[in-house]
C-alpha cells in the first residue's frame, strides 16, 4: 500500500490550525498533485484501490492519482482519512510554543491556539492525538485489512490519500498488528504529495501481519516543482502539519 500526503492548500501557506477546515489546493498543490500524477504514469504504477479523505486537498490529490490510472481502479471516499479535528482552533492562528509569561488559557483569549504538550489534549470540540490514533485504527480496518484477510488473487496495491498527522497514524495502526515492528520509528515530516511505502500480509502460522515499511516521505516527482509557496509559512508549522513531533516540547514553555 501507498500513503499519499495532499498537495500543498490554500490554509498551508498560512499560520492557522487547519484540520477539517476544507480549503482548496493552491496553485502549487495543483501542480504537486499533477507531477504526482505524472510521476505515477511513468512509473506504471498500479492502484488495485484508491481511498481518500473527503476533505478538498486529499480528494483532488486522491483524483490525481485515479488519473494515473489506465484501467479506472474503485475511488473511494473514507471520512476516517480525514485529518485531526482541532475543534474551536480550526481556522484561528497556530503557535509551537507558550512563551514565558503566558499559559494556553491567555492565548486562546487571544485567538492563539498553542500545540498541546500530550497526546491526550484536545481543543473544544475536537480530538486528541490519541482520537486520532483510534479513528486511524478504524480506517485501516476499513481500507486496508479486508484487501489483506480475503487473500484476493493477484497483487492488490491500495492507494491512501490522506493529511500529515492522519498518515502518521495511519502508519502506526499497522505496525501494531505486527508482533515484530519497530514502534520506536518515526515515519513523519511528510512533504506535500510525499508517498510512503508499506507491504503488509498476514504472518504464516501465527496472529498478526508482518508489515514492512520500504519507502518514506519519497518526493522526486517533485523534481523542477517548488514544495512550498512564497512567502514560506513557519517551518515548524508545515513540520507539524506534515505529523512531525518537533523538539522542544511546547509543555516547557507553560
Not at 187 to 216: M, Q
Request: with cysteine.
Amino acid at each position: 500500500m501507498v500513503t499519499i500526503r495532499h498537495g500543498e492548500s490554500e490554509d498551508n501557506t498560512k499560520l492557522i490550525w487547519a484540520g477539517w477546515k476544507d480549503a482548496p489546493l493552491s496553485a502549487l498543490g495543483r501542480r504537486q498533485a499533477s507531477a504526482l500524477a505524472s510521476f505515477l504514469k511513468r512509473s506504471n504504477t498500479h492502484f488495485t484501490h484508491i481511498y481518500a479523505s473527503p476533505l478538498l486537498r486529499a480528494h483532488a490529490t486522491g483524483l490525481a492519482a485515479l488519473s494515473s490510472q489506465s484501467h479506472n481502479p474503485p475511488f473511494t471516499i473514507n471520512p476516517k482519512l480525514r485529518e485531526q479535528h482541532f475543534g474551536a482552533a480550526e481556522g484561528k492562528f497556530w503557535a509551537y510554543n507558550v512563551p514565558r509569561g503566558e499559559t494556553i488559557a491567555s492565548m486562546i483569549e487571544k485567538d492563539i491556539y498553542p500545540v498541546l504538550p500530550t497526546r491526550q489534549g484536545r481543543f473544544e470540540g475536537g480530538e486528541s492525538l490519541d482520537d486520532l490514533a483510534a479513528r486511524a485504527d478504524e480506517a485501516m480496518a476499513e481500507c486496508v485489512l479486508p484487501h489483506v484477510v480475503l487473500g484476493e488473487k493477484g497483487e492488490v496495491h491500495v492507494a491512501l490519500a490522506s493529511h500529515g498527522l492522519c498518515i502518521s497514524e495511519c502508519v502506526k495502526a499497522l505496525l501494531r498488528l505486527d508482533p515484530e515492528a519497530d514502534l520506536e520509528e518515526n515515519y513523519t515530516g511528510l512533504l506535500n504529495t510525499a508517498w510512503t511505502r508499506l507491504t503488509v500480509e498476514p504472518r504464516e502460522g501465527s496472529k498478526g501481519l508482518r508489515v514492512i515499511v520500504t519507502d518514506v516521505n519519497r518526493s522526486e516527482h517533485l523534481e523542477g516543482v517548488d514544495t512550498i509557496s512564497e512567502p514560506v509559512a513557519d517551518n515548524d508549522a508545515r513540520a507539524f502539519f506534515g505529523g512531525k513531533s518537533i523538539p522542544d516540547s511546547p509543555a516547557a514553555h507553560i
